[in-house]
């Protein structure tokens, strides 16, 4: 079976998966990948502003901030599930790595969610993506959002 685009992107094998009984193993164009999205968002806390579609939520997670892949990119049944609507964050704990977290031996516990401008940011830093949606503790999000802040404040400063 040949990769899917986040299959490449993502190190990972593609697969089928089963629906009421019936097994999907056609792979569709990104897109095609056009799922509602606002009850995942509800679940996950997170506001329906941040990510606008199941296309984009795909690619967040992949890595892929900016930019769309080509027409032709494609995605097996197996990365458009467990990249999209039906992806579960795997721990309560804060996620965001070290070098990067406010707290150092201690475990917080992730009260609040990653969004897609952290998410980018703790890659653009560290190299290790944080899917949108994953857990992350106050201290670290309130840090995170102000080291953002005045990186956005210096740029404008030195680039008017």
């Not at 990510?51 to 890595?63: F, N």
């Amino acid at each position: 079976m040949d990769k899917c685009g986040i299959g490449v992107l993502s190190g990972t094998n593609c697969g089928s998966v089963t629906v009421k009984g019936n097994m999907i193993t056609e792979y569709q164009a990104l897109n095609d990948c056009q799922r509602d999205i606002t009850g995942h968002l509800e679940m996950l806390k997170m506001r329906g502003d941040d990510v606008l579609s199941e296309k984009e939520l795909i690619l967040l997670r992949a890595g892929i901030f900016e930019g769309t892949p080509d027409i032709n990119f494609r995605v097996c049944p197996k990365h458009q599930d467990s990249f999209g609507i039906k992806w579960r964050g795997r721990k309560k704990n804060c996620q965001v790595p070290e070098g990067v977290t406010s707290h150092r031996l201690r475990k917080h516990t992730g009260d609040r969610t990653i969004s897609k401008k952290l998410s980018e940011e703790i890659f653009n830093r560290t190299g290790s993506l944080i899917p949108v949606g994953s857990a992350v503790c106050r201290q670290c999000r309130e840090k995170l959002n102000t080291s953002i802040a005045m990186h956005e404040k210096l740029s404008k400063q030195v680039l008017p």
